[in-house]
Protein backbone atom coordinates (compact mmCIF):
# COMPACT_ATOMS: atom_id res chain seq x y z
CA UNK A 1 0.00 0.00 0.00
CA UNK A 2 3.17 1.96 0.93
CA UNK A 3 4.70 1.72 -2.26
CA UNK A 4 1.20 2.24 -4.29
CA UNK A 5 1.15 5.61 -2.41
CA UNK A 6 4.78 6.65 -3.58
CA UNK A 7 4.37 5.52 -7.28
CA UNK A 8 0.79 7.56 -7.71
CA UNK A 9 2.68 10.46 -6.08
CA UNK A 10 6.01 9.89 -8.42
CA UNK A 11 3.18 9.98 -11.85
CA UNK A 12 1.50 13.38 -10.57
CA UNK A 13 4.75 14.88 -9.86
CA UNK A 14 5.83 14.17 -13.55
CA UNK A 15 2.79 15.42 -14.68
CA UNK A 16 2.88 18.51 -13.18
CA UNK A 17 6.22 18.67 -14.32
CA UNK A 18 4.95 17.73 -18.00
CA UNK A 19 2.32 21.09 -17.58
CA UNK A 20 4.46 22.86 -16.00
CA UNK A 21 6.75 22.62 -19.55
CA UNK A 22 3.90 22.94 -21.70
CA UNK A 23 2.74 26.31 -20.13
CA UNK A 24 6.53 27.86 -20.63
CA UNK A 25 6.70 26.24 -24.09
CA UNK A 26 2.66 28.23 -24.62
CA UNK A 27 3.98 31.28 -23.08
CA UNK A 28 7.23 31.28 -25.03
CA UNK A 29 5.77 30.97 -28.13
CA UNK A 30 3.34 33.49 -27.22
CA UNK A 31 5.79 35.79 -26.33
CA UNK A 32 7.61 35.21 -29.60
CA UNK A 33 4.87 35.74 -31.51
CA UNK A 34 3.68 38.85 -30.06
CA UNK A 35 7.80 40.09 -30.60
CA UNK A 36 7.33 39.10 -34.23
CA UNK A 37 3.99 40.40 -34.78
CA UNK A 38 5.08 44.65 -34.30
CA UNK A 39 7.74 43.62 -36.81
CA UNK A 40 5.78 42.21 -39.33
CA UNK A 41 2.80 44.73 -39.14
CA UNK A 42 5.67 47.54 -39.52
CA UNK A 43 6.60 45.94 -43.36
CA UNK A 44 3.13 46.72 -44.14
CA UNK A 45 1.95 50.59 -45.15
CA UNK A 46 -1.58 52.07 -44.39
CA UNK A 47 -2.85 50.34 -47.71
CA UNK A 48 -2.12 46.78 -45.98
CA UNK A 49 0.98 46.87 -49.00
CA UNK A 50 4.37 45.90 -48.24
CA UNK A 51 6.80 48.63 -48.51
CA UNK A 52 9.19 46.64 -50.43
CA UNK A 53 6.71 45.13 -53.22
CA UNK A 54 5.61 49.22 -53.32
CA UNK A 55 9.05 50.15 -53.72
CA UNK A 56 9.75 47.51 -56.51
CA UNK A 57 5.94 48.68 -58.25
CA UNK A 58 7.11 52.85 -57.98
CA UNK A 59 10.64 51.50 -58.92
CA UNK A 60 8.68 49.46 -62.06
CA UNK A 61 6.81 52.31 -62.94
CA UNK A 62 9.16 55.07 -63.29
CA UNK A 63 11.01 52.97 -65.05
CA UNK A 64 8.98 51.85 -67.63
CA UNK A 65 9.46 51.42 -71.15
CA UNK A 66 7.97 54.16 -72.47
CA UNK A 67 8.28 56.74 -70.27
CA UNK A 68 11.99 56.36 -70.34
CA UNK A 69 11.23 55.94 -74.17
CA UNK A 70 9.66 59.07 -74.16
CA UNK A 71 12.05 61.27 -71.78
CA UNK A 72 14.67 60.27 -74.01
CA UNK A 73 13.29 61.57 -77.68
CA UNK A 74 13.04 64.86 -75.57
CA UNK A 75 15.76 64.80 -74.50
CA UNK A 76 16.87 64.01 -78.06
CA UNK A 77 14.66 67.07 -79.90
CA UNK A 78 16.33 69.16 -76.96
CA UNK A 79 19.88 68.53 -77.97
CA UNK A 80 18.67 68.47 -81.85
CA UNK A 81 17.24 71.90 -81.86
CA UNK A 82 20.41 73.27 -79.61
CA UNK A 83 22.67 71.49 -82.34
CA UNK A 84 21.10 73.07 -84.91
CA UNK A 85 20.81 76.54 -83.28
CA UNK A 86 24.76 76.30 -82.64
CA UNK A 87 25.19 74.89 -86.13
CA UNK A 88 23.18 77.35 -87.93
CA UNK A 89 25.23 79.94 -86.17
CA UNK A 90 28.15 78.81 -86.29
CA UNK A 91 27.88 78.71 -89.77
CA UNK A 92 26.78 81.73 -90.07
CA UNK A 93 29.84 83.40 -88.36
CA UNK A 94 31.67 81.36 -90.49
CA UNK A 95 30.27 82.60 -93.55
CA UNK A 96 30.46 85.76 -92.43
CA UNK A 97 34.36 85.78 -92.21
CA UNK A 98 34.62 83.69 -95.07
CA UNK A 99 32.67 86.30 -97.16
CA UNK A 100 34.77 89.48 -95.30
CA UNK A 101 38.57 87.42 -95.59
CA UNK A 102 37.36 86.35 -99.07
CA UNK A 103 37.21 90.47 -100.23
CA UNK A 104 39.72 91.90 -98.45
CA UNK A 105 42.49 89.08 -100.14
CA UNK A 106 40.63 90.03 -103.83
CA UNK A 107 41.02 93.74 -103.23
CA UNK A 108 45.16 93.29 -101.72
CA UNK A 109 45.16 91.19 -104.51
CA UNK A 110 44.58 93.47 -107.16
CA UNK A 111 45.94 96.42 -105.29
CA UNK A 112 49.57 94.30 -105.62
CA UNK A 113 49.02 93.31 -108.78
CA UNK A 114 48.04 97.05 -110.40
CA UNK A 115 51.59 97.84 -108.14
CA UNK A 116 53.63 95.54 -109.83
CA UNK A 117 52.27 96.23 -113.21
CA UNK A 118 52.91 100.25 -112.55
CA UNK A 119 56.34 98.99 -111.77
CA UNK A 120 57.16 96.78 -114.80
CA UNK A 121 55.97 99.77 -116.92
CA UNK A 122 58.82 102.01 -115.14
CA UNK A 123 61.14 99.65 -115.59
CA UNK A 124 60.64 98.89 -119.07
CA UNK A 125 63.62 99.22 -121.29
CA UNK A 126 63.38 102.56 -123.15
CA UNK A 127 62.50 102.29 -126.94
CA UNK A 128 64.36 104.77 -129.68
CA UNK A 129 61.65 104.68 -132.43
CA UNK A 130 58.83 106.08 -132.57
CA UNK A 131 57.55 102.49 -134.02
CA UNK A 132 58.67 100.80 -130.82
CA UNK A 133 57.61 103.36 -128.17
CA UNK A 134 53.74 103.19 -129.87
CA UNK A 135 54.17 99.29 -129.83
CA UNK A 136 54.98 99.89 -126.41
CA UNK A 137 52.51 101.75 -125.33
CA UNK A 138 50.46 99.71 -126.92
CA UNK A 139 51.28 96.83 -124.95
CA UNK A 140 50.73 98.60 -122.05
CA UNK A 141 47.11 99.65 -122.98
CA UNK A 142 46.53 96.45 -123.56
CA UNK A 143 47.47 94.84 -120.51
CA UNK A 144 45.55 97.73 -118.57
CA UNK A 145 42.84 97.32 -120.21
CA UNK A 146 42.66 93.76 -119.73
CA UNK A 147 43.01 93.96 -115.78
CA UNK A 148 40.30 96.96 -115.90
CA UNK A 149 38.02 93.91 -117.56
CA UNK A 150 38.88 91.87 -114.66
CA UNK A 151 38.39 93.89 -111.89
CA UNK A 152 34.82 95.06 -113.63
CA UNK A 153 34.05 91.09 -113.37
CA UNK A 154 34.98 90.55 -110.11
CA UNK A 155 32.58 93.72 -108.85
CA UNK A 156 29.74 92.27 -111.02
CA UNK A 157 29.85 89.33 -107.78
CA UNK A 158 30.66 91.74 -105.19
CA UNK A 159 27.91 94.63 -105.95
CA UNK A 160 24.13 94.19 -105.47
CA UNK A 161 21.70 95.61 -108.96
CA UNK A 162 21.83 98.28 -108.09
CA UNK A 163 25.28 99.54 -107.67
CA UNK A 164 26.26 97.40 -110.45
CA UNK A 165 23.93 98.96 -112.66
CA UNK A 166 24.96 102.43 -111.63
CA UNK A 167 28.69 101.28 -111.99
CA UNK A 168 27.99 100.57 -115.57
CA UNK A 169 26.76 103.44 -116.70
CA UNK A 170 29.42 105.29 -115.05
CA UNK A 171 31.71 102.69 -116.94
CA UNK A 172 29.96 103.70 -120.02
CA UNK A 173 31.06 107.98 -119.18
CA UNK A 174 34.55 106.80 -118.35
CA UNK A 175 34.72 104.80 -121.79
CA UNK A 176 33.65 108.04 -123.61
CA UNK A 177 35.57 110.55 -121.02
CA UNK A 178 38.99 108.75 -121.86
CA UNK A 179 38.37 108.57 -125.90
CA UNK A 180 37.68 112.14 -126.02
CA UNK A 181 40.67 112.91 -123.26
CA UNK A 182 42.70 110.89 -125.83
CA UNK A 183 41.92 112.45 -129.08
CA UNK A 184 42.29 116.11 -127.35
CA UNK A 185 46.03 115.09 -126.13
CA UNK A 186 47.05 113.35 -129.71
CA UNK A 187 45.44 116.58 -131.44
CA UNK A 188 48.69 118.47 -130.06
CA UNK A 189 50.80 116.40 -132.37
CA UNK A 190 48.42 116.77 -135.36
CA UNK A 191 50.02 115.13 -138.65
CA UNK A 192 53.21 114.72 -136.61
CA UNK A 193 54.85 110.95 -136.20
CA UNK A 194 53.70 111.36 -132.31
CA UNK A 195 49.78 112.25 -133.09
CA UNK A 196 48.96 108.11 -132.55
CA UNK A 197 51.50 107.58 -129.83
CA UNK A 198 50.31 110.39 -127.80
CA UNK A 199 46.45 108.90 -128.43
CA UNK A 200 47.41 105.37 -127.41
CA UNK A 201 49.76 106.68 -124.49
CA UNK A 202 46.97 108.48 -122.83
CA UNK A 203 44.36 105.80 -123.18
CA UNK A 204 47.09 103.58 -121.45
CA UNK A 205 47.47 105.84 -118.67
CA UNK A 206 43.72 106.79 -118.20
CA UNK A 207 43.20 102.81 -117.93
CA UNK A 208 45.49 102.42 -115.43
CA UNK A 209 44.03 105.26 -113.73
CA UNK A 210 40.48 103.80 -113.41
CA UNK A 211 41.90 100.08 -112.29
CA UNK A 212 42.79 101.33 -109.29
CA UNK A 213 39.71 104.03 -108.80
CA UNK A 214 37.42 100.31 -109.38
CA UNK A 215 39.34 98.70 -106.81
CA UNK A 216 40.24 101.73 -104.29
CA UNK A 217 35.91 102.76 -104.40
CA UNK A 218 34.40 99.70 -104.98
CA UNK A 219 36.34 96.81 -103.57
CA UNK A 220 35.22 96.42 -100.01
Known sequence: MKNNHKSLMLILTLVLVILAACGNSSEE?????????PDSSSTQNANGDSPN????????????PEDTGETQI?????TSEN??????????????????????????EYLNKLNKMDKSDKNADV???????????EERYKNWDKTLNEIYGVLK???????????????????EHRDETAKEASLKYEGGSTESLEYVATQASLTKKR???LVANYMK
Not at 127 to 137: D, F, L, P, R, V
Not at 163 to 169: G, I, K, T, V
Open 74 to 78: NHQED
Open 127 to 137: KTTISEMEEQE
Open 53 to 64: NSSKDKDKTDNS
Open 211 to 213: CYE
Open 29 to 37: SNTKSNNES
Open 157 to 175: EQLSTEQMDQLREEQRNWV
Open 83 to 108: TSTNSNDGKSLTSSKSDSEVTKNNKE
